[in-house]
Structure formats: C-alpha cells, structure tokens
C-alpha cells in the first residue's frame, strides 16, 4: 500500500481550545485519535456539553479509536462516539483506560467497543494497515503519550497534550530520547500541541503547583478550597499531600473528581490514607482550619462547583469570611510552554508540521515557531476542523472538507439537538417560548411579567410560574446574591422543571432580570 495517500481529518480541536478529534484514514481504513469534548461558554444557555460532530463516521467503519490521555477535552466525547459510530477497539494506557471505563460503564456501554490497554514499552502496534508507536509524555495527568503513526509509507506524529517537564510528579518524563529517535527515521508531517505556542519559555513543572499549595496552605487560618480539573490527578495528589502534612481532612466534592480519585487510588497512582479522605457531609463536625476541599463541577469543569459554593448555594460546603479559595484550573499553571526547543528537537527533520490544539492565533504562532527553526512555509499546514488533509507524492495539501460542525448536549439528550439556531426553532415550533421578565429595586423583587408565544398555557399555571419566578429571586436575593447571570439561571432552571413537571414540554425560556 506504499505511496497510498493517508488523509488526516481533524474534527475538532482547531481553531478552539477543546473537543480534540482526528481521523486517519488510508485505503478505507480509519483510526481516530481523541475523542474529546469542550465546555459550554456563556453564550451556551442550556447546553451541559459540546461534541464534535461524528457525522463524518457514520457509516464508516473505525478500526479504532486511541486516546492519548484522559483530560475531558481528549476523551469525554467518546461515550456519544460509540453510540453513533461503530469502533472496534479502544486503546488507552493504564489509568486513562481506568478512567474511560467507568465512565463508559455509566453509559450502559462498556460492550460496545473492545477496550486495549496501550503498554508504550512493548513495541509497535499493527491496527490494519496502520502501524503505531507510543511515546511517554509528561502532562497533568499521568499516562500521557504522543503516537507515532506509520502508513503507506508515510510518517505522523501526533504530540498529544505535553510538555518537556523534568521533574514530573509521577516521575515519567518526556521521552526525549525516543522522540528524537523518531525525528532520526523521519517525519513526513508532525501534529503538534499549540496550546501556550504563543508564550515563549520554560513550561513550569507541574511541581510548582505543589510548591504553590505548599506555601499557601499552611499560612491558612479557615478552609482552604481548590478548584481543578476532575482530572488533574496531580494536582490531587499534592494537594492531598500538604493537606496530610498540616492536619487538614481531605473532602472530594463534585461526583467526578469523587469517582476519578478512586479510580486513581485503586491503580495506584494516587496515594492517601484512608482516615484523609471525608465524606461532605462530615464537613460540619470539623473545624474549618481542619478541613481541606477540593472541588469541581459535576462534569470535572472546574467553575461551576466553585461558583455554587462561593454563593452559597451549594448543599454540603460554604465558604466564609477567613477562608481561601485556590483555582488551579488552568492546565499548565505560571508560565509556559518550552515549544521552541521543544520544536527544535523534535522536529529537525519533519518534512510539513501542522500545529493543531488551539485557536487560531496559536496555531498561528505555533507556525511561526516552526518557520523559525526551518520548516518551509509551504510545508505548514493551517487547517480548519473538517478539512481533509492528504499526504501524497505531491505534498501536504488540504483536498477536501468534510462536515465539522458541533453537537451540543442539553442532558436532554444528544443529536436532537445539532446547533443552538436549531434547537431554538425546533423549541419555538414545537413547544413555544417563554420569557420571563422579573424587575428588583432596592433588594425587593416585583411579581414578574411573563410573555408567552406558542405555548398554550392555563393561567392557574401562568400563575404557578410568575410565584415561582418570584420565590426564586427572593431567596436569592436574601442570601445576597444579585449577580443578573446567576438569578437569570436560576429563574431559567426553576421554570424549565415547572413547565416540564406540569406540561412535559419544554418551551425556550428567556429570562431577564432588570435592576432598577
Ligand atoms: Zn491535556
């Protein structure tokens, strides 16, 4: 098959920050590497999560799907992949398989794709006609890799998320020696991380956040909270650490950070004494001083936990006076990436280099970066998600676009719903709109006016949701809490589940608070 083209089709994670996906195809034959999601924005009202659109694979046969490392943003789509696209195989290393597999088996699928463990140190792995390679990089969370793929003669490789950290916590580093092995033999076209590509410097070793919990923590009179990623395990483990050091009781809030710990305790690659580790609700017999929380959201975002605790309205933990807030949300914390000799060193040799991971300034300066240590401009590729790229006898060139669009989840359910613009209209031609206008001043809430267009309502429920709307920016506001955002979502939730509770439709609701 030698000379066949291999056609590299990203679709996600370009031009953006999140739901990284890439297909590979040669001679019909397809391998996926990530299969990731990406966090709402604010403008996402009502959306829980964004998938990459698999529309591309339907109906295609993907021999499999590799994971380069379990951040959500690589391996959180991949339940919705599997219900939609046939996937022979899995392949993850060993804790991103573990924390892949509980997750699949939360979503009933835990059958529908055999699950391989990736073993980096026992050689190349032949899936079809793809030959692939697996390279130790060091990340935020354990078990990074960076796969080298080999195809009809042609030569890829994908970083995966990575830095050059020498002093990891889990004390696998980057393998430097392999990459440059790998550089030796040849690389027709390298697919490298851009996120940071725009700050020059030394990634920070993830052991500088230790350092940072470590002199911060113990100057602490109240609770100390930390924000972070469900799957930074590191952060956990360090964090967990001071906290044993200066007497403080560890409480996991947030369900996924809960199940990603043990997971990580159960395969060894976080260690804590059982006595540490609270439940929540013991939280209130254990003087603040004594208590360490970490937290995230129930998807592993690492803000929307924090924000229900900082406004109190969250049902096991409150912050008060005195106590500390650490956000470590960040992937890489201080300042970053080393991707200039990183670039240096790994890429003396590739013949094209398309930067991927990133909005489009980054992939930008990641180009930059690239020209600089030598790769013609002809040779880089700045690619759209959904273009098809294709290695040929002719170069690198983008030959096709396939559709790339996005998929959001509303905990409805997914595919119903295939844009926002979508969603909308079906919302106003089925089940109508809904708006909700509720007017403060001076602290005190006037009894909301409601709008309703298509969406045959009685008015004893007309009613029940102006009182509703009402109750609900009352108790806000007598817990002090007058962030316009905040109250807005709240009137949206509240309402929606009456409507839903009373009807079983869900109309668009648009709330708006006005302050006057
Ligand atoms: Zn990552």
Redesign the pocket.
């Known amino acids: 098959m030698d000379g066949e083209p291999l056609r590299v089709i990203p679709l996600g994670g370009l031009g953006e920050v999140g739901k990284n996906m890439t297909v590979f195809e040669l001679a019909g034959e397809r391998i996926v590497v990530d299969a990731g999601l990406a966090f709402p924005r604010d403008e996402h009202l009502g959306v829980d999560l964004i998938l990459p659109d698999f529309g591309y694979l339907h109906d295609r046969h993907v021999r499999a799907v590799v994971l380069?490392?379990a951040?959500e943003?690589?391996v959180g789509g991949l339940p919705y992949l599997l219900r939609e696209v046939r996937v022979q195989e899995v392949w993850a290393t060993r804790l991103t398989l573990g924390l892949v597999k509980s997750k699949l088996d939360e979503h009933g699928l835990l059958r529908a794709a055999e699950l391989r463990e990736i073993e980096p140190e026992r050689g190349p792995l032949d899936l079809g006609p793809f030959r692939l390679e697996f390279v130790r990089m060091s990340?935020?969370?354990p078990d990074?890799v960076g796969i080298s793929l080999e195809a009809g003669g042609w030569r890829v490789f994908h970083t995966?998320?990575w830095k050059l950290d020498h002093t990891p916590i889990d004390g696998l580093r980057t393998e430097v020696g392999r990459l440059a092995e790998l550089g030796n033999r040849g690389i027709d076209l390298l697919l490298g991380d851009s996120t940071n590509a725009e700050r020059p410097g030394f990634t920070q070793s993830e052991r500088v956040v230790g350092e940072a919990f470590r002199q911060l923590i113990p100057t602490r009179r109240g609770r100390v909270l930390i924000s972070s990623f469900a799957?930074n395990i590191h952060r956990m483990q360090q964090a967990i650490d001071v906290a044993v050091t200066v007497g403080r009781k560890v409480a996991v809030v947030g369900r996924s950070m809960r199940k990603n710990l043990n997971i990580a305790r159960n395969l060894g690659y976080v260690e804590v004494a059982d006595d540490v580790i609270v439940r929540p609700v013991e939280l209130d017999d254990i003087p603040p001083e004594q208590q360490l929380i970490l937290c995230t959201g129930s998807q592993g975002e690492p803000l929307s936990a924090l924000t229900r605790i900082a406004y109190n309205d969250h049902p096991a933990v409150r912050v008060e006076r005195g106590d500390t807030v650490i956000i470590s949300a960040r992937?890489v914390p201080g300042n970053e990436l080393r991707v200039h000799d990183a670039i240096n060193r790994l890429t003396r040799r590739p013949k094209a280099v398309m930067p991927i991971h990133g909005e489009f300034r980054m992939l930008a300066a990641h180009a930059r970066l690239a020209q600089d240590v030598g790769v013609p401009a002809s040779s880089i590729v700045i690619a759209e998600n959904g273009d098809v790229v294709e290695l040929s006898r002719d170069g690198v060139r983008v030959v096709d676009r396939v559709d790339s669009g996005v998929t959001f989840v509303d905990g409805l359910g997914v595919g119903d719903v295939s844009d926002v613009a979508l969603r909308d209209r079906r919302h106003l031609s089925e089940d109508g709109v809904l708006i909700v206008v509720a007017t403060m001043s001076n602290g005190s809430v006037a009894a909301p006016e409601l709008v309703a267009r298509g969406f045959a309502e009685s008015d004893e429920l007309l009613s029940e949701m102006r009182a509703e709307a009402q109750g609900i920016v009352r108790d806000l506001l007598a817990q002090d809490i007058r962030e316009i955002k905040l109250l807005q979502e709240h009137i949206h939730d509240g309402i929606g589940q009456l409507v839903y509770d009373r009807t079983r439709r869900r109309p668009m609701i648009l709330p708006v608070v006005v302050e006057v």
């Open positions: 380069t490392h951040h943003d690589h990340h935020s969370v990074a995966g998320d799957s992937p």
